[in-house]
């Protein structure tokens, strides 16, 4: 299914415009965010350019080679996420994972050396960032990312169970939670990444599971200490 990282180089108007769509089977052009540089696997960014968000994909045409340009469809990521964190990349970023048809039985130190040789094996690219020169854009493009995913969940194969699709807000899993014994805490510092799993339940799980503060357990605590002051007291009557 996944398809990976690829070469786009379908401009319409003589291979300067925008990219070409397949509209005919209901492909629409979302958003578009000028001057956004692109960093391939473990490559530096390369020049500015256009990033183009679809329906179904997400395309990226560079500004001064109009022979340069990337497309990733939906389906083949499987994590997308925003981070402003210096320590986990120098600017403000969209981080990427992508799956591609060799996850299995590829050798990350193999990957590694495509990454970083002259030759780009786009085949064995897993990570991509898109790196706006307005850090502001940030979270529009973050937005949009997840809107366009949800467009493209993840084909259930027979026998799978549903509800491996993810995406989540504080406000949706306050509603979710509904009841007392648990309570969800959101880190508002923007530095934090925060991220959109496409299919990835065991991930999700354990994202998710992150950014939940179990009450229960000091709940049971208070009550043990409950109980032993009744006993306390009961024995000095």
Not at 3 to 23: Q, S, Y
Not at 97 to 104: L, N, P, R, Y
Not at 139 to 159: H, K, M, R, S, W
Not at 165 to 190: K, M, R, T, Y
Request: proline share 4%; charged share 25%.
């Amino acid at each position: 299914m996944a398809v990976g990282l690829r070469h786009f180089t379908a401009r319409a108007g003589n291979g300067v415009g925008e990219p070409i769509l397949d509209t005919d089977n209901g492909e629409e052009l979302v958003h578009v965010q000028p001057s956004v540089s692109v960093a391939v696997g473990n490559r530096a960014s390369e020049s500015l350019g256009t990033l183009y968000i679809t329906t179904r994909q997400v395309i990226w045409l560079s500004e001064l080679d109009r022979e340069k340009g990337y497309a990733v469809d939906f389906l083949s990521l499987s994590l997308h996420a925003f981070s402003r964190d210096p320590e986990a990349y120098p600017s403000p970023c969209i981080y990427t994972q992508i799956e591609t048809e060799a996850d299995e039985v590829e050798d990350e130190s193999e990957d590694s050396d495509s990454e970083c040789s002259e030759v780009l094996d786009l085949s064995k690219i897993r990570e991509m960032r898109f790196i706006p020169s307005d850090a502001n854009q940030l979270d529009t493009l973050f937005q949009v990312f997840c809107e366009c995913a949800e467009l493209n969940p993840e084909p259930i194969e027979e026998g799978e169970e549903e509800g491996h699709n993810w995406i989540f807000s504080a406000d949706q899993l306050e509603d979710e939670a509904g009841g007392d014994d648990v309570e969800w805490h959101f880190s508002q510092n923007p530095t934090n990444t925060i991220g959109h799993s496409n299919g990835h339940h065991d991930l999700a799980s354990s994202v998710l599971g992150l950014q939940i503060n179990d009450q229960r357990f000091e709940d049971a605590e208070e009550m043990e200490q409950d109980a032993d002051t009744g006993h306390h007291h009961q024995s000095q009557q």
